[in-house]
């Protein structure tokens, strides 16, 4: 099957998101041109699209800039270059946001996390030889969260027109024949792996992630117009199911049946809670499209301003929660670093909250919020092997 991508030639207008990288370079230019909304119109009659330092195109009214920057990208190649190149390169970039970086991190820490820590605990098991089994749930692990977040894309174009125009099926850039192609590889490669690898149990748990994964987007189900159950599949997915069967996969291949540490029971609560509020926010940037499509939300229905309330207060619940565990049951834990780092994580967040209030909730600082939501969950799985 061919993986067809769109090849019109154009300037395009990205953005920055998290993880996405690209060739095209930066050119600045002198602030003579005519703004209307997204788009400059220059004297040329030529259109081009501002490039933002947020995850969202945005201007703002309110302030004044003498020189923009504009990301001037050709997806044609230029006179005298391999087409071939361009495509494969152009493939490349389009593949990668298809991925959405910012999970894939996630999951990948959070594997890796898991693995050090039951490695930490069974030091005298370590072997060679479990390196590729490793590696093998790893590519597993990615297989399944780009099924994941591309089902969503390609039942989400609409929608993703509005809130995420970067996305390379709303952009254009990927179809939507190579994005079925795509997570149609994703799910029978991962589905292949884990059962040539780790038994019956992990490959029911991770079909149940496929499957979860799939009623989150997929109608007639398209789980996600409920919020409630909405959230509770994303911390199921990505709280339990991961922690839990990455956790219980490594000790399979240590020769060891599955047993709860306190530091493992701390993590998969710790992360199903910060997944719930990871789904809570991340309807924070979208609530224009979700209102245009009538995608109810908790972010439509209380307002942006009271989720980031919400979401702020229970990451501090559960920042006070490890500062706790730390002190009553120490022979558990390193106090000595769990403590102070909890503490400053909470300090952070609440200065973080306090300059999204202060920015007014504008669409830019929602965006950059969210991305800091994410990079606390990222600092947590970077602790974790070593508290």
Known sequence: MELSLSSVPRISALTAHPGYSSPCKIVPIKHSCSSSHLWLKCSDNSVVGLYGKE????TSPTKNRSRFSIRACTQVGAAGSDPVFNKVSQFKDAFWRFLRPHTIRGTVLGSFSLVARALIENTNLIRWSLLLKAFSGLIALICG???????NQIYDIGIDKVNKPYLPIAAGDLSVQSAWFLVLIFAVTGLLIVGMN??????ALYSLGLFLGTIYSVPPFRMKRFPV??????????GFLLNFGVYYATRAALGLTFEWSLPVAFITTFVTLFALVIAITKDLPDVEGDRKFQISTLATKLGVRNIAFLGSGLLLLNYVGAILAAIFIPEAFRPGLMIPAHSILALILIYQAWLLEKANYTKEAISGFYQFVWNLFYAEYIMFPFI
Request: cysteine-free; aromatic content about 18%.
């Open 229 to 238: 159950v909405a959230f509770l599949i994303i911390a199921t997915v990505r």
């Open 55 to 58: 995850n969202y195109l945005t």
């Open 198 to 203: 780790f038994g019956p149990f992990i490959t």
């Open 145 to 151: 969260n780009g099924y994941i977040v591309g089902i």
